[in-house]
């Protein structure tokens, strides 16, 4: 997964403009954001999966 799909899946998951990739913490990414775990060297397809993880009603739809 690049990470262009990555922003893509959660500007579709929770909106387009969503403070969600800078502001909520993950807990299986080291409670990093979305941003702070890809500037740390985590890949996009494990972001992507500790997201639906943590959030599998709002990712339900984007999650393959």
Same mark, same amino acid.
């Given at each position: 997964?690049? @990470? $262009?799909? *990555?922003?893509? %899946?959660?500007?579709?998951?929770?909106?387009?403009?969503?403070?969600? &990739?800078?502001?909520?913490? @993950? $807990?299986? *990414?080291?409670? %990093?954001?979305?941003?702070?775990?890809?500037?740390?060297g985590?890949? &996009?397809?494990e972001?992507?999966?500790?997201?639906?993880?943590?959030?599998?009603?709002?990712?339900?739809?984007?999650?393959?």
């Amino acid at each position: 997964m690049r @990470i $262009s799909d *990555l922003r893509e %899946r959660l500007a579709l998951s929770f909106g387009v403009g969503s403070h969600f &990739p800078v502001d909520i913490a @993950i $807990s299986e *990414l080291g409670s %990093r954001s979305v941003n702070e775990a890809l500037a740390h060297g985590y890949e &996009p397809d494990e972001v992507w999966k500790a997201v639906c993880k943590e959030h599998p009603k709002e990712t339900e739809k984007y999650k393959y």
